[in-house]
């Protein structure tokens, strides 16, 4: 009877132990469940706070500068160093008056802008509180190279869609429709044109790359520096013949220009000295009534020349003053 009593008081006290460690084992998950929940309440509020504060952020930027009329454009200052109507830079920017100054994307102006093959660069800056600056760089055309050469093509039967002009770092530019110019197209200064050049080579806004264009090139401003653009009309250049450049004149010349020379100082100072060569043999010849039929300056010494009389040939147009870099002017 006692040990019967024993073992029920024993079971008593393990069915307690038992009960104590349930309870304690439901408090720390109890606690555990609140830490969690205090937690994520946490981590909720601040989203919370911080969606709130980016919403209440981008309400006052719309309210009080993207959409305040304090800030919309009243004026488009254009400012170019070329020959570009002032309105027509301004449709290419794509911007009207009356955007918001400081919603306007810069990047995306400038991209539009540079576009076009005759524009170098454009700096676009805002000037607070109503106007929008663009400073506008053309590339100055050089010379002209057909796209669709034809047999017995000359600058007078090239159509405006049928050539690229060229400027004087190589760039090929679409040619601009004189409607678009603030200043009119001379018709007596036509471009030289480049004959010779691949017209796959020839896309617009991008150089030519070719050695002989650039020697084409170098030759042109040399004849724009020398007094014989006076004299006589630089009408083509055919750089097919390797080693050297196939002039032919207005007055029905033809002269042969070395260009061995690579580095570019060095071929500018052989392409002078042989412009000077063509300008002394030009005057001794019409000293005695002759002009110049053909004339290989590649040749140092000995230069082989053929002459014609000089009443056979015909006068150089006149030329207007052509500035070396392009004119600055405000519009």
Request: charged share 25%; with cysteine.
């Amino acid at each position: 009877m006692c040990m019967f009593r024993r073992k029920v008081r024993n079971r008593r006290l393990g069915h307690e132990h038992v009960l104590d460690v349930k309870l304690r084992s439901d408090q720390t998950r109890a606690s555990r469940l609140r830490i969690v929940a205090a937690a994520l309440g946490l981590v909720f509020a601040t989203i919370l706070c911080f969606y709130l504060v980016w919403r209440g952020g981008e309400w006052a930027l719309n309210r009080l500068i993207y959409e305040n009329v304090a800030f919309e454009i009243q004026m488009i200052d254009v400012e170019t160093d070329g020959v570009m109507a002032a309105d027509q830079l301004r449709r290419w920017s794509g911007v009207k008056v009356g955007e918001n100054l400081l919603a306007l994307d810069l990047g995306r102006v400038k991209r539009d802008v540079e576009m076009v093959t005759l524009v170098k660069s454009v700096a676009v800056e805002r000037v607070l509180p109503h106007t929008l600056r663009l400073r506008v760089k053309e590339r100055t055309p050089l010379a002209q190279a057909p796209i669709y050469p034809g047999p017995g093509q000359t600058n007078a039967g090239i159509r405006m869609n049928n050539f690229l002009q060229i400027d004087r770092e190589g760039y090929a530019i679409s040619p601009v429709d004189p409607r678009l110019r603030s200043v009119p197209v001379e018709t007596n200064d036509v471009l030289p044109l480049i004959t010779g050049v691949k017209p796959a080579l020839l896309i617009p806004g991008r150089p030519v790359g070719l050695p002989q264009v650039e020697a084409a090139l170098a030759l042109i401003e040399a004849y724009n520096r020398s007094p014989i653009s006076r004299l006589v009309d630089l009408q083509r250049v055919d750089i097919s013949s390797p080693g050297v450049l196939q002039v032919t004149t207005g007055q029905g010349s033809e002269i042969t220009f070395s260009i061995a020379a690579t580095d570019e100082a060095a071929r500018a100072q052989d392409l002078d000295k042989q412009m000077r060569r063509w300008h002394v043999i030009f005057d001794q010849l019409q000293k005695k009534g002759k002009a110049i039929a053909t004339l290989d300056l590649s040749v140092p010494t000995n230069i082989p020349a053929r002459w014609v009389d000089a009443s056979t040939v015909p006068a150089p147009a006149p030329r207007n003053k052509k500035p070396q870099g392009n004119q600055r002017k405000n519009v």
